[in-house]
């Protein structure tokens, strides 16, 4: 669905990516993990078209990317960002119905249509009770599902998130996942999620995209990605790896210093 | 569910539209020299219907030559600088922006203070023509200085917009100590707003500008409410955040130049109004942008017909009514920070 094809991108001088290479099938989760700086943020922005790559290409369903209109891309890749920021507050219904925009052109005001779309994005993540509440009024694991219901408004076929669990406590954290991952295996949404949460990308992802100063050091399911050497190798501290009690997945642990 | 709908706003502006035209039929009917309430309706009404006859031909001149274009003025600039206030806060993202934070205010001041000083105050649009290119070329100079390869960045825009606006203020300085005595009073007038010089040419002349901009204001006015939450945000869903930026600012700065060109420069309209009616109706420029337009208008007619009521026959300059009424109101949404979280 997605094909990355040995792209590179620098801001200035420095390349802030160098020959990334993947792809990302239909209904698949990818996590994307590495270092901070690392460029995974980055590469999010270049799978939205915020940021353009200066080589190589990006496929979506063989259209190149860099071909493909605004409101197109809208249409088929919605993100959620790690914080959004309004100035003034509007109500969680008028967020989420925002998501619809890119169906809209010219059109001044939503149609029923619409306001149906947005009402079950709000009905899969369980915020249609406090559709007309402002959205500062909020507590972050609430504005998170927000911003997951627009995206759903926005009837994509990949939702790319970033750091979507950061500041969030672990109930809400849990939350959060299973529902992305009910959209994923129910909704056969492509999911990519840049995350620093190791323990969550291995539990949740199907396939690891390990990164380390803007190229790719290792990529493939977690058992192969997230192991002591690679880990160690990438980020440059010790840990400790084995398998989560109950699903088998690799696990990190962090070791103190003189503990071994 | 309470959302923004065509029918919601057609309700409100046709609620706000009985409220300008009462504000109107009000300003027309009060003012030094007494007519009967129903008399001047009957005098303005016919008037626009066609008709001949009603009231005395003093009562005529006062209500068609002198208040009812005063009003029409000073409606078109409180409407014209809301909505470019609205405008401006949204592009900067700062709740404190207002259609002067450009410095299109001092360009529109110092062609103003120019052609006061040249003479060319007498002719009867020598001064709204020559503060309207002072504007426009502080517009121009704005946009030069403060685009960053070749695109417009909030931060680069607001601190060239903010120079140009000092270093034109400090002419403006200049000017007024090398002025004479009886053109400090006009500059000074000008400065502060007045409607004093309001005719039906003026009207004419700045119209087409307010009612053109408006109306692509309007259009754009989704997509102005997806740029609230950033650009990166806006630009994810679909829109063409450049194209944009640029189209809004130049419309809301050509808002301002041709409000502020006929009555000088008339304070907190642009920023008070655009804050009062998101308190009310919510921060959508779907309702916003109309809302605010008549507002500002109906805002804007009674703070002049104030000004020239109060101490009658002495006539205090618009701004001081606005500051007066707005400085207070000001201070109320600094401490109730409901209105806007980022301050």
Same mark, same amino acid.
């Given at each position: 669905m997605i094909e990355v094809q040995s792209i590179s991108f620098r801001y200035h001088e420095e390349w802030v990516l160098q020959d990334i290479s993947f792809q990302a099938g239909k209904g698949e989760f990818i996590g994307l993990i590495g270092p901070n700086g690392s460029g995974k943020t980055t590469l999010l922005k270049i799978l939205y078209r915020l940021l353009s790559p200066q080589q190589g290409e990006i496929l979506f369903e063989h259209v190149p990317l860099k071909r493909m209109g605004r409101t197109d891309i809208a249409k088929k890749v919605a993100v959620v960002a790690q914080e959004t920021h309004l100035l003034f507050p509007f109500s969680v219904m008028e967020i989420v119905l925002t998501g619809r925009s890119p169906y809209l052109g010219h059109l001044m005001f939503e149609r029923e249509k619409d306001l149906e779309i947005a009402k079950k994005a709000m009905e899969w993540t369980e915020i249609l009770p406090f #559709? %007309?509440?402002?959205?500062? %009024?909020?507590s972050g694991g609430e504005r998170k599902r927000v911003f997951i219901a627009r995206a759903l408004a926005q009837e994509p076929e990949v939702i790319l998130l970033d %750091?979507?669990? #950061?500041?969030?406590d672990i109930h809400h954290q849990i939350d959060f996942l299973n529902l992305i991952l009910t959209l994923n295996r129910e909704k056969g949404l492509t999911i990519i999620m840049a995350s620093h949460d190791m323990n969550i990308a291995s539990e949740f992802c199907d396939r690891l995209l390990l990164l380390q100063k803007g190229k790719i050091y290792k990529i493939g399911i977690p058992e192969e990605v997230i192991t002591q050497k690679n880990i160690e190798q990438v980020y440059g501290c010790e840990v400790w790896v084995d398998q989560h009690p109950v699903s088998g997945m690799p696990r990190i642990s962090l070791l103190k210093k003189g503990v071994q | 569910m309470k959302i923004v709908t065509l029918k919601r706003v057609i309700i409100v502006s046709i609620l706000l539209c009985l409220l300008l035209i009462l504000v109107i039929l009000s300003s027309v009917t009060v003012g030094s020299v007494k007519v009967r309430p129903s008399r001047s309706i009957t005098i303005l009404l016919q008037s626009i219907l066609g008709l001949k006859g009603g009231g005395t031909e003093t009562e005529q001149a006062i209500i068609l030559s002198l208040r009812f274009p005063r009003a029409l003025l000073a409606g078109l600039v409180g409407a014209g600088l809301s909505v470019s206030g609205a405008i401006f806060q949204a592009l900067l993202k700062? $709740?404190?922006? =207002? $259609?002067y934070i450009l410095g299109v205010s001092s360009g529109a001041a110092v062609g103003a203070i120019v052609a006061i000083l040249m003479g060319l105050s007498t002719l009867s649009f020598g001064l709204p023509l020559a503060s309207f290119m002072g504007a426009l070329l502080t517009i121009l100079a704005v946009f030069y200085f403060g685009r960053q390869e070749g695109k417009i960045h909030p931060n680069t825009l607001l601190l060239a917009g903010v120079i140009i606006g000092s270093f034109l203020s400090a002419l403006i300085m200049f000017f007024i100590s090398v002025s004479q005595k009886e053109e400090l009073h006009t500059i000074i007038f000008w400065l502060m707003g =007045? &409607? *004093? &010089? *309001?005719n039906y040419q003026t009207i004419r002349i700045i119209f087409p500008y307010i009612l053109l901009s408006f109306l692509f204001l309007y259009s754009r006015a989704r997509q102005l409410n997806l740029i609230l939450s950033g650009e990166e945000d806006a630009l994810q869903l679909g829109v063409n955040v450049e194209n944009l930026r640029l189209i809004s600012y130049l419309s809301a700065s050509l808002l301002t130049a041709a409000s502020v060109s006929v009555c000088g420069l008339i304070g907190f309209v642009g920023l008070i109004v655009p804050h009062s009616v998101r308190l009310i109706l919510g921060p959508d420029h779907r309702l916003l942008i109309p809302s605010s337009a008549l507002v500002g208008a109906s805002f804007l007619i009674a703070s002049d017909t104030l000004a020239r009521t109060l101490l009658a026959p002495i006539e205090l300059p618009v701004g001081v009514i606005t500051a007066t009424f707005g400085g207070p109101f000001f201070i109320y949404l600094l401490k109730t920070r409901k209105v806007v979280k980022t301050l």
């Open positions: #559709a %007309e509440r402002p959205i500062d %009024e909020l %750091e979507p669990t #950061a500041n969030l | 700062n $709740p404190l922006a =207002d $259609p =007045d &409607f *004093s &010089f *309001s």
